[in-house]
């Protein structure tokens, strides 16, 4: 089995280093990137070619500063070379129009960010299983 790489976009520090650390736990030895928002995100995804980022799943925060989920969701699905990688928005937002935007816009999952720890941890875990584990998408 190939090694499997995963691009974290959230603006909060602290919710990129836990996440990281329980998606490691969770998939030993997959490859994480974090980008703290989606200019970061998407300069690695759309960045030279020697040093383009082609990560099998992106977890993508919803609200963010510089350019929030929306508009990165929309530049992913414009480009041929990002359109078919999943992204799964995670999210602490419980707007129903954010749900159905991002759903519009390509998401291919909307989860919001449970609070509680031991939640937020099954998530994840539910989340990269899935993705990273059974779900098969094109080369």
């Known amino acids: 089995m190939s090694t499997k790489h995963l691009l974290l976009v959230d603006d909060s520090t602290d919710d990129l280093e836990l996440a990281e650390r329980l998606i490691m736990k969770v998939v030993p030895g997959v490859v ?5 928002d989606g200019i970061r995100a998407l300069a690695l995804l759309h960045g030279p070619p020697e040093k383009r980022l082609v990560p099998d799943l992106i977890l993508l925060d919803y609200r963010m500063p510089r350019m929030d989920g929306a508009d ?3 530049a992913l699905r414009s480009d041929e070379g990002t359109r078919h990688i999943p992204v799964v928005i995670v999210s ?3 707007e ?6 991002c759903y519009d816009l390509g998401a291919n999952s909307y989860v ?6 031991a939640n937020y941890e099954s998530a994840l875990r539910l989340i990269v299983q899935y993705w990273l584990g059974i779900n098969e ?3």
């Open 137 to 139: 998408r094109p080369e």
């Open 96 to 101: 129903r129009g954010d749900l159905r935007r």
């Open 112 to 117: 919001r960010k449970p609070v509680n720890f």
């Open 92 to 94: 602490s937002s419980n």
């Open 72 to 74: 990165v969701l929309k």
């Open 32 to 36: 994480v990137t974090c980008a703290e």
